[in-house]
């Protein structure tokens, strides 16, 4: 539980050091919006978090052309659908992201493997 305030104490202080940006930083907001989606995965907001992430293909289009990002936004929507009792939704998500990160250098390989290792746990028998 603290390591979940802590979280949301620094995404706060990053949001206000974003509204305060002359400059819009569209990245910036995206990754503010998973996190915050993140906490309330982790805080059993399961509503809340989809939630949030439910305007983020719409509002940052450009952002998640690039996979890394649009594999993050999956997998992290994977797990608050199955939350939700959505397990069919939940699997085709995650088999997104982990294409997508396979799609990515080497050096992803443990992302794809961690979602392999989520959808291989949560596959029905």
Do not use: C
Not at 2 to 20: I, W, Y
Not at 29 to 36: F, G, I, S, V
Not at 65 to 78: E, I, K, M, S
């Amino acid at each position: 539980r603290g390591q979940l305030d802590v979280a949301e104490r620094e995404r706060q202080r990053e949001l206000a050091m974003l509204t305060k940006s002359e400059q819009p930083d569209l990245l910036g907001r995206l990754y503010l919006a998973l996190h915050q989606a993140e906490l309330h995965l982790h805080r059993g907001r399961i509503d809340e978090g989809l939630a949030v992430l439910e305007p983020v293909v719409t509002l940052y289009p450009r952002e998640l052309r690039h996979p890394y990002n649009r594999a993050q936004l999956d997998f992290l929507r994977a797990r608050l659908l199955w939350q939700a009792d959505r397990q069919r939704e939940a699997l085709s998500a995650a088999e997104q992201a982990r294409a997508l990160y396979g799609s990515l250098a080497a050096g992803f390989a443990p992302r794809a493997a961690e979602v392999s290792a989520w959808i291989e746990a949560h596959a029905p028998p």
